[in-house]
């Protein structure tokens, strides 16, 4: 969890000349945004497919709820220094967006590519925090019993749309 903090907070710090409003500047949307996901996937019901509803109990829930909203944060902060730096070539040259997000990574491979690798981070913990609803169970069969999913997770409607 530190890492991803960490993957969100240190390409944006400048060196030596961050002050609490470029902090407050850099950081506020991406922090707003991940927690209002945060707190939609916590009050979202389960009758809608929500695996993190406020009733579900786990501590690995816990995790991969923080896992996906830092994931967030980190994306956030990669996509507004994108459209930031988008936008002021945008305003120089006349190009739309995306040909200034382009021409943008072009101009400075290092610290755009870095981005990239960062949202690469992102797509691999978010498969981790899934790894969370993997269930593994065993059970006896009774004679006559089919092998059936639905009878192996029956504890899980959220899973099968129930």
């Known amino acids: 969890m530190l890492l991803l903090i960490l993957t969100a907070v240190g390409p944006l710090l400048a060196w030596r000349?961050?002050?609490l409003e470029?902090?407050?500047r850099n950081f506020m949307w991406p922090t707003i945004g991940a927690v209002v996901v945060a707190i939609f996937l916590?009050?979202?019901p389960q009758s809608w497919g929500s695996a993190f509803g406020?009733?579900?109990e786990g501590h690995f829930l816990f995790y991969s709820l923080m896992a996906i909203a830092l994931c967030?944060?980190?994306t956030l902060t990669v996509a507004s220094e994108f459209y930031r730096g988008g936008r002021v070539i945008s305003k120089h040259t006349g190009q739309g967006m995306f040909a200034s997000m382009v021409?943008?990574?072009h101009r400075n491979t290092r610290r755009y590519g870095g981005y990239i690798v960062h949202f690469g981070v992102v797509v691999v913990i978010i498969g981790f925090?899934?790894?969370a609803f993997n269930l593994d169970k065993e059970q006896?069969?009774?004679?006559g019993d089919k092998d059936d999913h639905r009878s192996l997770h029956s504890d899980l409607p959220l899973l099968h749309g129930r």
């Open 72 to 74: 967030v944060l980190v």
């Open 22 to 24: 470029s902090l407050k």
């Open 140 to 143: 006896e069969m009774g004679y």
């Open 129 to 131: 925090a899934g790894a």
């Open 103 to 105: 021409q943008l990574t």
């Open 17 to 19: 000349k961050t002050s």
């Open 42 to 44: 916590m009050v979202t």
């Open 54 to 56: 406020l009733t579900v």
